[in-house]
DNA sequence: AGTGCGGCCTGTCCGC
DNA sequence: TGCGGACAGGCCGCAC
């Protein structure tokens, strides 16, 4: 499932395929995406020229002369370069078909994704304005996570995922990186000392880095650009590991739910 | 303001 | 073997 790594790989794997290119054609096969795929897309953005693919959070942006396309992986959507002429499969619901002949194909089974549109500067899109910092970003402080923890009663791993303190955070890497501070996922955040939140802020950048650096984590059916798998599934230390021993002390890991979602976790490793 | 939950969607899994 | 129902899961938007 794509979280910020795997967008990130996704970015990676496309830009070059892109920029420069001219946009032919978009062909859209479902409109009916988590928000509808606006009608006038097509026609805006036909003929116009990719300057640049960039991310924000788990968002891809797409810059072109016209506008900058807004695009949402959801849970199970994957954007792979295709020939231009190759026939769509189930789930193919949008190719962006460029003047090399080939194609960015956008699958997405369960259309929790998005793509949408703004001629304007996106980071003033409804979407994108209210989002915290980049975790992998300078601006990302420790210090400043613990300062906006103060008399927040939520568990930490629901502030952490929280997009309006930390971008484009999700439900593995949340789980992974407390393992790594040695922090109880129950835990209040205004509960979490400033030493805790250091190691915490250290573990969110290192997990996400890692996981860029070995181009993600393969859920179940998750591909890059090209089709290929990440291998970051190999350096989980908890995620969908209930009830296997926790790699670093053999106690079996635990899961519960939290806002509606697993979390899993070391009862001996985290405090 | 902070918190928690409903809903979108469909492949997979489980029990009958 | 077939079928229905529960479940997962990012994340917006709403209710409290």
Request: proline share 6%; glycine share 10%; hydrophobic share 40%.
């Amino acid at each position: 499932m794509p979280e910020l790594p795997e967008v990130e790989t996704t970015r990676r794997g496309i830009e070059p395929w892109l920029v420069g290119r001219r946009v032919e054609r978009l062909l859209v096969r479902e409109w009916r995406l988590r928000w509808r795929v606006p009608r006038s897309l097509p026609a805006r953005i036909r003929g116009s020229t990719i300057r640049a693919v960039g991310r924000r959070a788990k968002y891809l942006l797409i810059a072109t002369d016209a506008g900058t396309l807004i695009w949402h992986l959801g849970m199970y959507g994957s954007l792979r370069i295709m020939d231009g002429d190759s026939p769509p499969l189930a789930h193919d619901h949008v190719d962006l078909m460029l003047d090399s002949g080939r194609c960015l194909r956008f699958n997405d089974p369960r259309r929790f994704g998005c793509l949408l549109f703004t001629a304007g500067p996106p980071e003033k899109h409804a979407l994108l304005s209210r989002l915290a910092v980049e975790p992998l970003s300078e601006e990302f402080r420790a210090d400043d996570l613990w300062r906006r923890a103060r008399g927040r009663r939520a568990s930490i791993k629901a502030f952490i995922m929280d997009s309006r303190i930390v971008a484009g955070v999700g439900n593995i890497y949340a789980s992974e990186a407390l393992f790594r501070s040695g922090i109880r996922p129950g835990l209040a955040a205004g509960r979490v000392s400033r030493v805790r939140m250091a190691a915490l802020a250290a573990s969110i950048r290192a997990v996400l880095g890692e996981a860029i650096g070995v181009g993600g984590t393969t859920l179940r059916d998750y591909v890059d650009a090209s089709g290929m798998p990440g291998y970051f599934g190999q350096k989980l230390f908890v995620y969908e590991r209930a009830g296997r021993p926790c790699r670093k002390c053999r106690t079996p890991i635990r899961q519960f739910t939290q806002g509606q979602r697993s979390t899993y976790w070391c009862p001996h490793c985290q405090r």
